[in-house]
């Protein structure tokens, strides 16, 4: 079947997704038509051939005039709809710009139609995810995967001041995506690239067999010691032929605690989630001489548990820690909107060997819409999971 892969050992943005895409050969004239449908202001793009250590790669540069104008999801969502684009396109253009503002809601603790875009707001974000959407749909691949994010390390300023990189929006996206920290100083992930990527991909794989038809090579703006560029390649996998992904190797780490305040708990698992972990949670025990305590455990990628380690160690009491790897078997995981007689809900599938295993409406979704109409939430969450149901 036709299948993207998307390689992403430099990092990915919004423009490097366009430009690894075009490169596959499609039609810079296509794409200009297709972006003319949307009324966004004046703007103009440019297509360049670079060489990033040693790589030739298509640069995408968009120049606008108002390049930070502040928007609101609604305001985003307007210009979408009032486009002619396809309904596919306008479809993934919003699943993207949604995933991306409940990120930052997250991070703001605020409600999804209360963000204010800034950075991702101006014309050239949205021009880059909108063609991300208008490139993918042309080529129409039944499967995309990815490989590990690649993410910098240091502090970048932005418009809430400075923070510590990834970006807070990025570490929401990401916090459920396999990832490593390279010791590069630098933005490697930009929100825009992480909202696409989370948001079109089935699968993060270390590895894919695949019979390779095009690649496609899209440049980021800066110079680095490794090729600055993001690979795409277009190609042909086996529909019944399970992923790697389905073997994922992970760290365990864990400690038995018995003399620590427990309102210290959250905390530490907020910051060790932060700092990349997959998951942190306690669990109560009972020890040796019948002593009452808290079993500690933290999972995460191999790569990341010294840092891990070392922030249990600064915060809590223990003088021990426990380090188990093992293996995870996944499922793959495919999001669909479903139109309830309450309005459309995201809806999370989960497939093993290409056969459903488990479906289950986002809690979001479902929460947001029993408020709107207040109603019961399980009548929500039951009728997305008929609906869905229904239509696999």
Do not use: W
């Not at 790669?57 to 210009?79: C, H, L, P, S």
């Not at 600055?228 to 389905?246: F, H, Q, S, Y």
């Amino acid at each position: 079947m036709k299948t993207l892969y998307f390689n992403c050992q430099s990092g990915i943005s919004g423009d490097m997704i366009v430009g690894a895409l075009l490169d596959l050969g499609i039609s810079k004239d296509y794409l200009i038509k297709e972006l003319s449908k949307l009324k966004i202001g004046s703007y103009k793009i440019e297509f360049k051939k670079v060489k990033k250590e040693g790589v030739i790669a298509t640069r995408f540069i968009v120049k606008a005039d108002n390049q930070r104008e502040e928007r609101n999801i609604k305001n985003i969502y307007g210009i979408i709809d009032k486009s002619s684009l396809g309904k596919e396109v306008k479809g993934l253009s919003r699943e993207i710009f949604f995933n991306l503002a409940k990120a930052e809601a997250k991070v703001h603790k605020t409600a999804v139609n209360k963000i204010h875009f800034h950075e991702v707001g101006a014309v050239d974000s949205i021009i880059d995810i909108v063609s991300s959407a208008i490139l993918i749909n042309r080529i129409k691949p039944k499967k995309i995967y990815a490989s590990r994010l690649s993410v910098g390390r240091g502090k970048i300023k932005f418009s809430h001041g400075i923070t510590n990189l990834p970006v807070p929006a990025v570490r929401e996206l990401i916090k459920e995506v396999p990832f490593e920290i390279l010791s590069i100083n630098k933005e490697l992930v930009t929100p825009t690239g992480a909202a696409i990527i989370k948001t079109i991909t089935n699968e993060f794989v270390d590895d894919i067999d695949i019979k390779v038809r095009k690649r496609g090579y899209g440049a980021g703006k800066r110079d680095l010691k490794i090729p600055n560029v993001l690979e795409i390649i277009l190609g042909e996998t086996k529909m019944d032929k399970p992923t790697v992904r389905t073997q994922e190797k992970l760290t365990i780490l864990e400690t038995n605690i018995d003399d620590m305040n427990p309102e210290f708990y959250s905390y530490v698992i907020e910051k060790l989630i932060k700092k990349g972990a997959r998951e942190a949670f306690i669990q109560p025990i009972v020890m040796k001489k019948g002593r009452l305590g808290t079993l500690f455990t933290v999972i995460c990628d191999e790569k990341i548990k010294d840092k891990l380690i070392e922030t249990i160690f600064d915060e809590t009491t223990t003088f021990g820690i426990r380090i188990n790897k093992v293996s995870r078997v996944c499922l793959d995981r495919e999001f669909k909107k479903v139109k309830t007689k309450y309005g459309l809900i995201n809806v999370k599938i989960g497939k093993y060997k290409g056969k459903v295993r488990t479906v289950s409406p986002e809690y979001e979704d479902c929460k947001k819409m029993a408020h709107k109409k207040d109603i019961p939430i399980k009548k929500v969450y039951d009728e997305a999971l008929t609906k869905c149901k229904n239509t696999l």
